[in-house]
């Protein structure tokens, strides 16, 4: 493609240079004009609330969790995910017969040891001081190995009773019952027929109405948090939604939260509602201090130093710096205790101020 010949003059050349020159200078002194722009506030009287935003999700204060105390047979399943139960209501249970088979064998075991261990007393009635004393005190070889047998005798005999307890104990709890009313969230095995473990088989039920916005609050700010305190609670699932709650118990032991940090739970009782789901979750404003009718001034117009905290003010066309007391901070606010009055303007730092300031 041939350039045309205009674009090759000199004179034409040296034009396009100078529009270059002069529109880097027009826009370096246009930033110069946006940078050294006076931006102002003014000191006004506003409600201010402490806020600190957590993050959490909803879990359900009253749960249940039922698990046989041995395995066997499943006989019998009363639910299924997602049923609603009643109290005491029967949710699951075991093949009796196995279980009445097992305490049987339990209790003639025990029959058979403790006849074995009347029946070593007995045949060695001389070589111990009395029946219900083992602790044989003799001096000979003999009466040393009859003290040993007669412990032994004892401890498979006390083994037999805990194998009787315990096989009475799998017979009484052969069937599960509910303690609270609520929602079976978990079966672990729903056909009977199957044999079941203690390790494998659970049946989980919660109760919807205890359902509570479980919040995390890192170590730096939990000393802050105290029962009683008013929060708001969105849920993810319900952004329009704004859910009231009061602070009803802060956890005594840390846990690490999902950004590794250190972090204590803050709990938020709700209302019960059929939208609300376990784990749905959300973000909580807890309320730290509230104050109406304060003076304020925004967050970034307050500066610190090494003498503390001030704002800048313009006497006589010079800027200045004037030193405050400040009280409770919001994201956009902060509370101006003393040093400023309702009405006074005050300016933000820009590079020309901060200039005429450090002379």
Do not use: C, H
């Not at 674009?7 to 020159?21: G, N």
């Not at 930033?31 to 006004?44: C, I, L, P, R």
């Not at 009484?172 to 095995?189: C, R």
Request: glycine letters at 4%; hydrophobic letters at 40%.
């Amino acid at each position: 493609m041939k350039i045309p010949n205009i674009f090759k003059q000199r004179w034409f050349q040296f034009v396009i240079v100078i529009v270059i020159i002069f529109g880097i200078y027009f826009i370096t002194q246009n930033n110069k004009k946006s940078n050294n722009t006076e931006k102002t506030a003014t000191v006004v009287r506003q409600d201010l609330k402490e806020i600190i935003s957590t993050s959490g999700k909803l879990a359900a204060e009253s749960s249940a969790s039922l698990k046989f105390q041995t395995g066997g047979k499943l006989a019998w399943v009363g639910v299924k995910k997602g049923d609603r139960v009643s109290k005491w209501q029967a949710i699951a249970s075991l093949d009796q017969r196995d279980l009445e088979t097992r305490f049987k064998k339990a209790l003639l075991s025990y029959t058979n040891q403790r006849i074995t261990f009347d029946k070593t007393v007995d045949n060695n009635e001389s070589g111990i001081t009395a029946r219900n004393d083992l602790n044989i005190q003799t001096v000979n070889d003999e009466s040393l190995n009859l003290m040993r047998l007669l412990q032994q005798n004892q401890i498979s005999l006390d083994l037999s009773v805990a194998d009787v307890e315990i096989a009475s104990i799998a017979k009484q709890y052969g069937t599960l019952f509910s303690p609270i009313e609520g929602v079976v969230i978990k079966a672990s095995d729903e056909n009977p027929g199957v044999n079941v473990s203690i390790a494998t088989t659970e049946y989980v039920v919660v109760d919807p109405s205890s359902l509570r916005f479980e919040a995390e609050v890192e170590e730096l700010d939990i000393a802050k948090v105290q029962p009683g305190q008013p929060a708001q609670i969105i849920l993810d699932a319900l952004p329009s939604t704004t859910i009231d709650s009061l602070v009803s118990n802060v956890e005594f032991t840390s846990s690490v939260n999902s950004s590794g940090n250190t972090a204590y739970k803050v709990y938020l009782p709700i209302a019960p509602n059929m939208n609300y789901r376990l784990d749905l979750s959300g973000n909580a404003n807890i309320v730290i201090t509230e104050k109406t009718n304060v003076l304020s001034v925004p967050t970034e117009m307050v500066l610190e130093d090494i003498s503390g905290k001030y704002v800048i003010v313009k006497k006589n066309q010079s800027y200045e710096k004037l030193f405050v007391t400040t009280g409770i901070e919001t994201d956009q606010f902060v509370e101006i205790t003393s040093g400023l009055s309702e009405g006074e303007i005050i300016y933000a730092p820009t590079p020309e101020i901060e200039k005429k300031l450090n002379k």
